[in-house]
Nanobody, 118 residues
Framework: QVQLVESGGGLVQPGGSLRLSCVAS????????MAWYRQAPGKQRELVAA???????QYTDSVKGRFTISRDNAKKTVYLQMISLKSEDTAVYYC????????????WGQGTQVTVSS
């Protein structure tokens, strides 16, 4: 059973930056589509960013130009670099993975809290 473990969350002021990391266990990593989701209190979980095995990326509109997703297959790690953070970015951020030909993300991390507040 694969495990995804997120880290890097915390409290940051508006305009600040954070980098989230997600380390995957298991022997296979590079074939998977990896993604970051977030869920704010009282809101539905939303896809923030995703990256394929070929490093093709996608972002939700609200984070374009501010967030960057990347991966290091040798370290089995996916990152989310976040800059110019806003209060509306406050949420629990989750790492997830799916196979390229699957519509569903089948493995999830436990989440890491990001709070943007002065």
């Amino acid at each position: 059973q694969v495990q995804l473990v997120e880290s890097g969350g915390g409290l940051v002021q508006p305009g600040g930056s954070l980098r989230l990391s997600c380390v995957a266990s298991g022997s296979i990593f590079n074939i998977y589509v990896m993604a970051w989701y977030r869920q704010a209190p009282g809101k539905q979980r939303e896809l923030v960013a995703a990256i394929t095995s070929d490093d093709i990326t996608q972002y939700t509109d609200s984070v374009k130009g501010r967030f960057t997703i990347s991966r290091d297959n040798a370290k089995k790690t996916v990152y989310l670099q976040m800059i110019s953070l806003k209060s509306e970015d406050t949420a629990v951020y989750y790492c997830a993975r799916r196979l390229p030909n699957s519509k569903n993300f089948d493995s999830w991390g436990q989440g890491t809290q990001v709070t943007v507040s002065s």
